[in-house]
């Protein structure tokens, strides 16, 4: 069964305060890894698609990063606008299904 | 494109009621998913279609869920009876499944239901 473990639950920052996200996986064959952020009473939204170990993607203030067994997401410099909570996904080949992780809760201070 | 359309926004029903939620998923994608979400499970499938055909309820709590999908435009989750420990909010999202030998495909969520059974 495929399983996805996001730490910390919750992540308070002060703006321009880098941190990462972490999100540990066990899938029988990754198809790929999506990271979506979520703000309260909206759906998720997609951020990144990473495919295979060693991809990196950038957007904004955030790069994800991918290895065998778990992905980053990290935040440079964040600003208050970038508090939400960011969920993490996997798909396994076969299936078309994502499995979520249960999301990190990032508030960023000004 | 206006993106997934769910309705309604919100909905407040008493215990044994039949609630129907519905869904408009992006034109052109040919997977449709019904998530689940609540504070103590996260996002949980309940159910997934692949051109209009359900692929995979397991996700589905019990017998009195049931969701149907009678063209591509159009999906429903219906919840008869309902109960308290329904409450929760629920995505519908689409994708477009391009093959099997392909990479991952993304899924666009729509803005949920939040239901709540009294």
């Known amino acids: 069964e495929d399983q996805v473990t996001q730490s910390p639950e919750a992540l308070r920052l002060q703006e321009g305060e880098s941190s990462s996200l972490n999100c540990s996986y066990t899938?029988?064959?990754?198809?790929?890894l999506f990271w979506y952020r979520q703000d309260p009473g909206k759906g998720p939204e997609f951020l990144f698609t990473l495919y295979s170990a060693g991809e990196e993607k950038e957007k904004e203030r955030l790069k994800a990063t991918l290895t065998k067994k778990e992905s980053f997401l990290h935040i440079t410099a964040p600003k208050p606008e970038d508090s939400a909570t960011y969920l993490c996904a996997v798909q396994a080949w076969g299936y078309s299904t994502l499995t979520f992780g249960k999301g990190t809760m990032l508030l960023v201070s000004p | 494109d206006a993106g997934v359309i769910q309705s309604p926004r919100h909905e407040v029903t008493e215990m044994g009621q039949e609630v129907t939620l519905r869904c408009k998923p992006i034109?052109?994608?040919?997977?449709l998913f019904w998530y689940r979400q609540t504070m103590m499970r996260g996002l949980e499938l309940l159910i997934y279609?692949?051109?209009?055909?359900?692929?995979?309820d397991s996700g589905m709590p019990e017998d009195r869920f049931s969701a149907k999908m009678p063209n591509a435009s159009f999906s429903t989750l219906k919840i008869q009876p309902s109960e308290p420990r329904d409450s929760a909010v629920y995505f519908c999202?689409?994708?477009?499944?391009?093959?099997?030998?392909?990479?991952?495909?993304?899924?666009?969520f729509g803005q949920g239901t939040r239901l709540t059974v009294v």
């Open positions: 279609f692949n051109n209009n055909v359900p692929i995979d």
């Open positions: 899938v029988s064959g990754l198809r790929g």
């Open positions: 999202a689409s994708s477009l499944f391009a093959g099997e030998k392909l990479g991952g495909t993304e899924a666009f």
């Open positions: 034109s052109g994608h040919n997977s």
